[in-house]
């Protein structure tokens, strides 16, 4: 016990800063061959999740891991300039990959399950030169302390079960605690965006109006990225297992780590697309 917690805590200490610092300095200050650094994160986050779906189905590689794997990075690298395109592409990976394996469904919507997250998380960085950013370092918060409100108080409350065939621990007392963190991080956020005076004046938007929108939206991520967690846990259970791998010590694989993270980022993205057809709010 005590031992996986420690690996867990020095595993989070090492990853968190190298993820953070990649959203912040990767639009312009680190490239490599004019590549920026939050791409090639992108990137590398993509075939780790083509790498780990196939050994979560099959247990072994093959040429599908591969196909996966070139689709997801390809989308981030096509993101930047052309989202449409990308688009196309993750549905383009889907059939082929749908092709190769002679019609599994389940494996092949994996290449979806991947690339539209990494999609979204390009979409909502690379939208403008604003705030984007920084809307992605939001995001990223609202779904760690989504995380870590629903283990705190789910475990300190308990009370009844929120779906206990899927995900035996998930509570409904977790559930009001992840939605509480998750909003009271966005408060916290927005405080942050008007102290350091990220508000354009020239946009005409006011602080008491980014703030509703940070604070609801993070509400609903909240929620999306909790049904993000039970659908990740359905695989597991239907592939009886109990990690996506053993990738990160004391965390299990990538997928344990951010399924969360994949159902909000495309929500995410969908809200911004919404506002003022594809702009930022702000």
Known sequence: MHSNLF?????????????????????????????PLYTILLASFGAGLAWEWSIMFDKKLSANT??????????????????????WMSLLGMTIVYWKTNGRLAYS???????????????????????SREIVLWLFFVVWATDIGGYVVGKTVKGPKLAPKISAKKTWSGLAGAILFAMSVAYVFALYLKAY??????????????????????????VVSQIGDFFESYIKRRLNLKDSSNLIPG????????????????????????????????
């Open 197 to 222: 005076n990220y508000l354009s004046p020239e946009s005409g938007v006011t602080f008491e109006q980014v703030k509703f929108v940070l604070v609801t939206s993070a509400g609903v991520l909240a």
């Open 251 to 282: 965390h299990g694989g990538l997928f344990d780590r951010v399924d969360g993270l994949l159902f909000a980022s495309v929500a995410t993205a969908l809200i911004i697309a919404w506002f003022n057809d594809g702009g930022m709010l702000f």
């Open 109 to 131: 919507l994996g290449t979806l399950y991947i690339c539209l997250p990494i999609l979204s998380l390009g979409y909502i960085y690379y939208i403008n030169d604003g705030v």
């Open 7 to 35: 690996l867990r805590t020095i595993s989070a200490v090492i990853l968190a800063p190298l993820v953070l610092a990649s959203i912040w300095f990767g639009k312009s200050v680190y490239e490599i061959y004019s590549i």
């Open 66 to 87: 591969v196909i996966m794997a070139l689709f997801a990075c390809l989308v981030a690298f096509l993101t930047e300039g052309n989202p449409e395109f990308a688009l």
